[in-house]
């Protein structure tokens, strides 16, 4: 069984205080640490998981620059047996549709049985590549997986589905499945991991080597602008109430009876 997972790399603001950019239209990240998206990083361990289960081979893709190999050399570390970057200042500003554009060129020379990505990235958070690459590499596809196994060219996958509900679905392969958080537990990753994952290939590839029309991604090809971003405005300060049980349920109550909560 091949597979293909697809990585990201994204700016770490778990514990950061974010600001806004002088543009107004992003985040300033000169002092922020950079990781492996938090959703990718089950994807890589489902990957792994299948392969040593049905044997085959795990390819690590991941869309930008030279510091975007370290979440390649990640998924290596973890199992994956090959990495591709795919890189091209052409590539730079591409928006959902333009990296899953660039993806399904990359994976059309590939032989896959399966693609894998997070389900969301933790920046941008939208949800869209996973199946818009399935759309493009004309494969079915399914969402929100928090479960997956494969058996004679049938993946049987768990998802989620509005209203809290779940339900199981089957999918002749190739397909592409998008990865919850909580499908697994992704393995621990050693320095000494990743050291020996440097003997493993990692390639590059540009616009030529995939035959995509540099002005088809990049700013010349987004579909979406962002216009405008700010942080939340801050709320009221909270108020503690005091006294004994019976005084404080009683202020609750009316606190809530005053602002339409009961």
Known sequence: MDIIVCVKRVPDV???????????RGIQLGTLGYVINEWDNFAVEAAVSLVEEHGGKVTAI?????????VLRRALAMGADEALCLT????????????????????????????LTGAVSGDVGGGRVGPMLAAMAGIPHVCLATELSVD?????????????LERVV?????????????????RYV???GIRKARRKPLTAAGAA?????PDSVGPAGTRVTVEEMFL???????????????DTVAALVERLRQQGGV
């Not at 778990?14 to 107004?24: F, L, N, P, Q, W």
């Not at 052409?90 to 928006?95: H, K, M, N, P, T």
């Not at 004679?152 to 809290?164: F, Y």
């Open 170 to 186: 089957e999918l002749d392969l190739p397909a592409l499945v998008t990865v919850q958080t909580g499908m697994n537990e992704p």
């Open 62 to 70: 991941t869309v930008g620059g030279e510091d975007d190999e370290d």
């Open 152 to 164: 004679a060219g049938t993946a049987r996958v768990r998802h989620e589905v509005e209203g809290g």
């Open 209 to 213: 080597e995939i035959g995509i029309a």
């Open 88 to 115: 091209d200042p052409a590539f730079d500003g591409s928006d959902s549709f333009g990296i899953a554009n660039i993806l399904s060129k990359a994976i059309a020379d590939i032989p896959y049985d399966l693609v």
């Open 232 to 246: 939340p405005p801050k709320g009221e300060a909270a108020e503690i109430l005091q006294g004994d049980d019976e």
């Open 14 to 24: 778990a514990e950061a205080e974010v600001d806004i950019d002088s543009s107004g």
């Open 190 to 192: 050693s320095v000494l």
